[in-house]
């Protein structure tokens, strides 16, 4: 049986400020916009009800969750840092309206490095882009890296 290998994590020492991160693709459908609607017990019709969204919402189709963008964010954030960094912190906006079928990119950029307590940290701004390139999401990441 074969181990599934685990990705190194990202050291401290080779981050330089401008580092573009791994950016994350992301396609949320209805199904996963009904379960995620279910998990956090929203309600809130436009994430479920397509006749509702439509025709009394005025909107394209059912809407992504802005809560679903943000977990995408922290998973392309994990997903960089590996197994032995930590997400200290994020915080983020939604600035507009993503729908069932839409494509997602979830981006990123180091800003800057310190040190704090011992503690060897970056901060990255973060984004959600749809393909025409508009940001539906913006914010900003604090992770802790291991240093080499």
């Known amino acids: 049986m074969a181990t599934p290998s685990v990705r190194p994590s990202v050291t401290f020492d080779e981050v330089e400020v ?3 991160l791994p950016p994350l693709a992301k396609h ?3 199904l996963q916009l009904f379960m995620f609607s279910a998990i956090t017990w929203d309600t809130h ?3 479920w009800d397509i006749p509702y ?4 919402e005025k909107l394209p189709g059912i809407l992504t969750h802005g809560h679903l963008q943000g977990s995408f964010l922290c998973q392309m954030l994990s997903d960089w ?6 997400l200290k912190s994020i915080n983020y906006q939604n600035r507009s309206n993503t729908i069932a079928g839409d494509k997602l990119t979830c981006k990123g ?9 011992g503690a060897a940290l970056v901060t990255c701004e973060v984004w959600v882009e749809k393909a025409d390139g508009g940001v539906t999401t913006t ?5 802790q890296l291991p240093r080499k």
């Open 18 to 20: 401008g580092l573009d």
């Open 109 to 117: 950029r180091v800003t800057s490095k310190s040190e704090k307590d």
């Open 28 to 30: 949320p459908d209805m």
């Open 81 to 86: 840092i590996g197994p032995e960094g930590r």
């Open 139 to 143: 914010g900003e990441a604090i992770v």
């Open 45 to 47: 019709r436009t994430h």
């Open 53 to 56: 969204s439509v025709d009394v």
